[in-house]
């Protein structure tokens, strides 16, 4: 590559960080932002998250016993799908571009429907989800920089879970817990109701999600019905670290 394409990859490059972290309002955004030199083409969770619905990562089963094989083939091939469906139909109703990423509209999500609040949440908040997950490992935890984070923020994974996990059992009917970043890269934790998140303008908790944690009964209620606190406390057993590892890396 001649040293002039790749000058012009940088600009482009570059250009896209600055419009994300415009549109998203966080200093953090900009250096979060992969490497890429198009955000068009980009479709990885880590950065980025394409309107499409994406393959699921994992097999139904694989989240067994923490989280049921038919609990994840509904919530994934009817609940999510729904609302990626849903978010798709909003946008071409509200002349939205689907080629950007959009954390773009959620961003600005007070300038839009309800029914793009309540679908590109949703569809964000899934997309993210499942990727926060992978099949159950003992003594799970996280590692390196961001324990280190978790342990000077929380003062101990276990008080950071212990709070993680009011978040989640408090949130009053349907809603999602998160761990997330503020604009000084502080790590917070909060909840927000129904397919709200903290991209959002209009949520009262702000920032980067790092980790989430679906707390609507049709994440849980075939397995674990009424028991909440439960769901909660097993789920840590399937928390994917590495990738909320990268996602902070990426702040
Ligand atoms: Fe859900």
């Known amino acids: 590559m001649s040293s002039q394409s790749k000058s012009r990859r940088k600009f482009i ?10 549109s998203i309002g966080l200093s953090a955004a900009g250096s979060f932002i992969a490497s890429a030199a198009n955000a068009k083409t980009v479709t990885t969770h ?6 499409d619905q994406q393959p699921l990562p994992y097999k139904y089963d694989a989240l067994e016993n923490v989280i049921d094989a038919m609990t994840m083939e509904i919530h994934y091939g009817k609940h999510a799908a729904a609302y990626a469906k849903n978010v798709k139909e909003a946008a071409a109703a509200e002349m939205v571009d689907v080629t950007r990423p959009i954390e773009e509209v959620l961003a ?7 029914k793009m609040r309540n679908n590109g949440g949703g569809h964000y908040n899934h997309e993210l989800f499942w990727q926060c997950m992978r099949a159950k490992t003992t003594d799970n935890k996280p590692s390196g920089k961001l324990a280190a ?3 000077k923020t929380f003062t101990s994974f276990a008080e950071f879970k212990k709070q993680f996990a009011t978040a989640g059992a408090t949130r009053f009917g349907s809603g999602w817990a998160w761990l997330y970043a503020d604009k000084d890269n502080n ?4 909840s927000t109701p129904n397919q709200d998140n903290p991209l959002m303008d209009i949520s009262d908790i702000k920032g980067m999600p790092l980790l989430a944690l679906d707390v609507w009964e049709h994440a849980y209620y075939l397995k674990y019905q009424n028991k909440r606190a439960d769901y909660i406390e097993n789920w840590w057993n399937v ?3 590495d990738f909320v590892q990268q996602r902070f890396e990426k702040l």
């Open 13 to 22: 490059a570059n250009s896209a960080k600055g419009a994300i972290a415009a």
């Open 46 to 51: 880590l950065v980025f998250t394409n309107f």
């Open 108 to 114: 600005k999500i007070s300038k839009y429907s309800a």
């Open 149 to 151: 984070a978790i342990d």
């Open 187 to 190: 790590l917070k934790i909060g």
């Open 239 to 241: 928390v994917n670290w």
